[in-house]
């Protein structure tokens, strides 16, 4: 049976406590087992984070697995957030992180999972079980 291609991206802002090469690092244990995995870091990623981001993503040689867009008008997010199968949205540890998830929910009308920095690989690894349940 043919695996199925499964499209994730992060949604919100990107900054250093988002924890973005952390994500880089446990992307690359779900790709390892789904190469047909892409993940597309949409937005604006300031400087350095994103010298060194595009640093990991070729350290690690995922091809064209893995996007950073940088900044993209509405219409163009808009476009990338329709083409996901799975939307992430890194955390950071504040009670805003709430809001700001419920407003990604709704803004983004995909499945979405929140990702706290803090919290390392442990649910990325928890969706690659997910996701490897559902080749079988």
Do not use: C
């Amino acid at each position: 049976r043919e695996p199925i291609p499964l499209r994730l991206a992060t949604v919100g802002r990107q900054n250093e406590t988002k924890g973005l090469e952390t994500l880089i690092d446990a992307f690359a244990i779900v790709h390892a087992g789904r190469p047909h995995t892409s993940l597309t870091i949409l937005g604006l990623v300031p400087s350095p984070l994103h010298e060194r981001l595009l640093d990991r993503v070729a350290a690690v040689s995922f091809g064209d697995a893995v996007e950073v867009t940088g900044w993209l008008d509405d219409e163009e997010y808009n476009r990338w957030v329709d083409g996901v199968d799975i939307a992430l949205h890194l955390l950071n540890r504040s009670a805003a992180s709430d809001i700001e998830l419920s407003a990604s929910a709704v803004h983004v009308q995909r499945p979405l999972i929140g990702v706290e920095a803090s919290a390392r690989m442990r649910p990325l690894l928890q969706l690659q079980l997910r996701l490897s349940r559902l080749s079988h």
